[in-house]
């Protein structure tokens, strides 16, 4: 039932960088793509501002895509859930494959993506709403004929924040902490039974603590979404990822600069044992 369209252990290799063990494969074949993305590449009218990448994303995988500013981390994630159709003149070359279908066929309904491919943003974006109807806000919409209350509970408790609001439920969200506000817009991407979720840099504005209980959410929620995020942490990239993508960003001989996949791979294998020289120097902190 894929159809989206409208017809029917620890290694640590370096000083403070803890990387996850190599729980997944990496024999060919080994990979249950949920996404396979051939030949990408991404314009904003007629800049192309990333160019020919090839990449699978493991279904109940962690996939982190990091590299230095610029370098169209966020142009190839909001790929992924047809976020970029909503700036003027941003198109996209080559394929990106959702299971079999081309996410970006013409019978494909960009909402009902969004739904099974939800997003995390940077700076936590509750609506000024009571928690449970930041919640129950997307389930209402697409029409999710269920008990309210059982499924604001459930997607409470899956982002880990239901014990900590379940006595204010009524209570506007913007008076949760950014931590918690964060945690209630992951609730509110899970609501609506995505398969699928997209952050980008969710992290950045939260404090050590905030950020420690995002990861560890994050490594609940793998045992049932796949997860894609952007990060301009390395070491929280080596954490929490069981892939990562490094991306950089080339000069043309006319001065114009467009971002590249350079590797793909194990996370231990980009923090240990990277085979491109320019991710070596990334991680290494020679550059970016
Ligand atoms: N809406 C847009 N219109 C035009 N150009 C854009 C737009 N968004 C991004 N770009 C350009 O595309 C390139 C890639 O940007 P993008 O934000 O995807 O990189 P990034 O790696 O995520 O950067 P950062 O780590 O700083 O967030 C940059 O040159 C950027 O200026």
């Known amino acids: 039932m894929n159809q989206i369209s409208t017809q029917a252990g ?41 160019r020919n990448v090839d990449m699978l994303i493991g279904r109940r995988e962690i996939t982190a895509m990091i590299g230095p ?4 981390k966020s142009t190839v994630l909001r790929c992924f859930n047809r976020m970029n159709d909503l700036i003027p003149g941003a198109h996209i070359k080559g394929k990106i494959l959702y299971h079999d279908e081309n996410l970006y066929g013409d019978h494909v309904d960009p909402i009902e993506v969004r739904r099974r ?21 997307g389930p209402r919409v697409n029409g999710i004929k269920r008990n309210m209350d059982d499924l604001v509970e459930e997607a409470l408790t899956k982002a880990a ?28 991407a899970i609501a609506v039974k995505p398969e699928v979720i997209l952050m980008d840099e969710p992290c950045s504005a939260l404090d050590p603590i905030a950020t ?7 490594q609940e929620l793998r045992q049932e979404y796949t997860i894609l995020i952007v990060t301009h942490n390395m070491q929280q990239a080596a954490r929490v990822s069981d892939r990562t993508a490094f991306f950089t960003a080339d000069v043309d001989s006319a001065g114009v600069r467009h971002g590249r996949l350079v590797e793909f791979d194990q996370t ?21």
């Not at 940077?122 to 928690?131: D, E, L, M, S, W």
């Not at 294998?269 to 991680?283: L, N």
Request: net charge neutral.
């Open 161 to 188: 924040l239901w014990d900590e609001v379940k006595d204010k439920l009524k209570q506007n969200a913007l008076s949760l902490s950014g931590g918690q506000q964060q945690r209630l817009c992951i609730a509110r």
């Open 69 to 72: 500013s610029g370098c169209g």
């Open 268 to 288: 231990t294998r980009i923090f240990t044992k990277p085979s491109d020289k320019r991710t070596e120097d990334y991680i290494t902190g020679r550059f970016g």
């Open 10 to 50: 620890r290694v640590t290799s370096q000083p403070n960088v803890t990387i996850r063990g190599p729980e997944v494969p990496n024999t060919p074949g080994s990979l249950d793509p949920v996404f396979t993305v051939e030949d990408l590449s991404v314009f904003y009218g007629d800049y192309e501002a990333v």
């Open 117 to 137: 491919i939800g997003m995390v943003f940077q700076k936590p974006n509750p609506f000024p709403k009571a928690i449970y109807d930041n919640v129950a806000y």
């Open 212 to 218: 420690t209980k995002i990861e560890d959410l994050m």
